[in-house]
T-cell receptor
Framework: GAVVSQHPSRVICKSGTSVKIECRSL??????MFWYRQFPKQSLMLMAT?????????EQGVEKDKFLINHASLTLSTLTVTSAHPEDSSFYIC??????????FGPGTRLTVL | AQSVAQPEDQVNVAEGNPLTVKCTYS??????LFWYVQYPNRGLQFLLK??????LVKGSYGFEAEFNKSQTSFHLKKPSALVSDSALYFC???????????FGKGTRLSVIA
């Protein structure tokens, strides 16, 4: 299957700082990328959908000014958690879809805000 | 709106026995159905999908799933479970078009040697 990478895999930061997570599709062009959040022992919650070159569409309840998403190219999307707080600690997973019907997922980023 | 139900939080099966992980769905039109597996602290790995065609879909690692339109189900099956199959399994659905996946809550499969 197609490969999606995510970096970093784990990050610890202080409260009030910003953290950027990168998501790359390595062997296909991702026309659409998705960002999910997963709490322990729970399912994936869709945060936003982004199409290359367009503004992201955020799900209800997700603060777009706090979770900045950029999808500047067909192989790269970034999620920036601004002014992070402990309640933002979570497992963030990106997903990408190209010309097929299948969404492929990155390995996830564990964010811990102290 | 689409929705997915995975009625079992946990499924336990002995190694070598067949396994089934249940999934039912609700969509407004023809569904695109998927199964993914997640190992601890990892992202999701794609197992198989149903878009159209044969109702029995074969996927990775010996898994298969059967699309049943009348029962709106897409149960995941494997004839002989392995201990290494122990993981968290997610069923997902979406409408055709550029729509995101909607996930079930997940089912934890435990295969006991």
């Amino acid at each position: 299957g197609a490969v999606v990478s995510q970096h970093p895999s784990r990050v610890i930061c202080k409260s009030g700082t910003s953290v950027k997570i990168e998501c790359r599709s390595l062997d296909f062009q991702a026309t659409t990328m998705f960002w999910y959040r997963q709490f322990p022992k729970q399912s994936l919650m869709l945060m936003a959908t982004s199409n290359e070159g367009s503004k992201a569409t955020y799900e209800q309840g997700v603060e777009k000014d706090k979770f900045l998403i950029n999808h500047a190219s067909l192989t790269l999307s970034t999620l920036t958690v601004t002014s992070a707080h402990p309640e933002d600690s979570s497992f963030y997973i990106c997903s990408a879809r190209g010309g097929t019907d299948t969404q492929y997922f990155g390995p996830g980023t564990r964010l811990t805000v102290l | 709106a689409q929705s997915v139900a995975q009625p079992e939080d946990q499924v336990n099966v002995a190694e070598g026995n067949p396994l089934t992980v249940k999934c039912t769905y609700s969509v407004s039109g023809n569904p695109y159905l998927f199964w993914y597996v997640q190992y601890p602290n990892r992202g999701l790995q794609f197992l198989l999908k149903y878009i159209t065609g044969d109702n029995l879909v074969k996927g990775s690692y010996g898994f298969e799933a059967e699309f049943n339109k009348s029962q709106t189900s897409f149960h995941l099956k494997k004839p002989s479970a392995l201990v290494s199959d122990s993981a968290l399994y997610f069923c997902a659905v979406r409408d055709p078009g550029n729509t995101p996946l909607v996930f079930g809550k997940g089912t934890r499969l435990s295969v006991i040697a």
